[in-house]
């Protein structure tokens, strides 16, 4: 018997659409046919709620990348609104696979939960966003998923006390999480999955893994380490235009990693017996019987 969690794969789109559904729709239908993962995720910003008016209408920082002529514009770009987020949700309900989003202000937390989505991700630049975790606690009902990059321990025991004083804290799955794009590796610090186990193992529905490292071992590693859920960034074409193309997983490497860490899975077990039926026929043909 397993003693493992079986393995989650969400493939995070975010804005890797490109402002584009047709796109959008691809990546859904590719992340659940050829890909094999569990659950897709979109993000959702109201950005003149999230951003201050310099911040609106500076220019973009990397302007390579910027669909717009300010930041402002660039994430109006590439924002779907609520309807387009319930067209992507029930085009996932057709092909079998789970949405979700992150959801980045109150107004979107609001929008998204209407959608009513099995889960809700706060990304970890939002998990001390007290006003909009209090009315999710209080209006939404299934799970909420947050990270912990850029969080300090303490900030971490306060959310995970914060989610039990409003008796929520049964439907919170806690991600270890490095806040970069890409992480390198000395910097993803997967043992921090030991101390978030230890530490809320009975607090918490489970624990998981958001990467924005490169290629596919380290989310072995997580899962092996218990991080059940495994969360990785995905696009078609890394060479995009874009910020998250680049610490992203194309197709045929979030295949490999559903692929690897289900592998995994099945591996991690004690024999149930000390000769199991595939050794006893080469005990009976290749053990000495003489000794």
């Known amino acids: 018997m397993n003693v493992y969690k079986k393995p989650y794969i969400i493939a995070e ?28 995720k979109f993000q959702k910003r109201n950005n003149k709620e999230l951003l201050t008016k310099e911040q609106y209408s500076q220019p973009h920082p990397n302007p390579v990348n910027s669909y717009g002529d300010t930041y402002g514009a660039h994430r109006e770009y590439l924002e779907f609104n609520k309807n387009q987020h319930q067209e ?31 889960f809700i991700k706060i990304p970890s630049a939002c998990n001390n966003n007290i006003t909009m975790l209090e009315w999710l606690c209080e209006n939404y009902h299934g799970e909420l998923h947050i990270s912990t990059g850029m969080t300090t321990k303490d900030e971490i025991d306060g959310l995970v006390s914060f989610f039990k004083k409003n008796n929520r804290s049964k439907d919170l799955v806690l991600y270890n999480c490095t806040s970069g794009y890409p992480v390198p590796f000395e910097d993803v610090c997967l043992l921090d999955i030991n101390l978030l186990i230890d530490k809320y193992k009975d607090d918490v529905k489970s624990i998981g893994f958001s990467g924005h490292h ?26 995009w235009k874009g910020t998250d193309h680049a610490a992203s997983l194309e197709p045929m490497g979030l295949r490999k990693l559903s692929r690897d860490v289900n592998a995994v899975f099945k591996a991690l077990q004690f024999k149930q017996q000390d000769i199991l039926p595939i050794e006893q026929v080469q005990r009976d043909k290749l053990k000495n019987q003489k000794v």
């Open 13 to 40: 789109i975010g804005c890797n659409h490109k402002g584009d559904i047709e796109i959008a729709k691809e990546l859904i239908k590719v992340a659940k046919i050829f890909c094999n993962v569990d659950a897709i």
């Open 88 to 118: 992507l949700k029930s085009y996932c309900e057709d092909i079998g696979i789970t949405y979700s989003t992150s959801v980045w202000d109150l107004t979107s937390a609001k929008e998204i939960t209407s959608l009513n989505p099995d």
């Open 214 to 239: 490169l290629g596919i071992a380290v989310d072995v590693a997580a899962y092996t380490l218990g991080a059940n859920i495994i969360e990785r960034h995905y696009t078609i074409d890394r060479t």
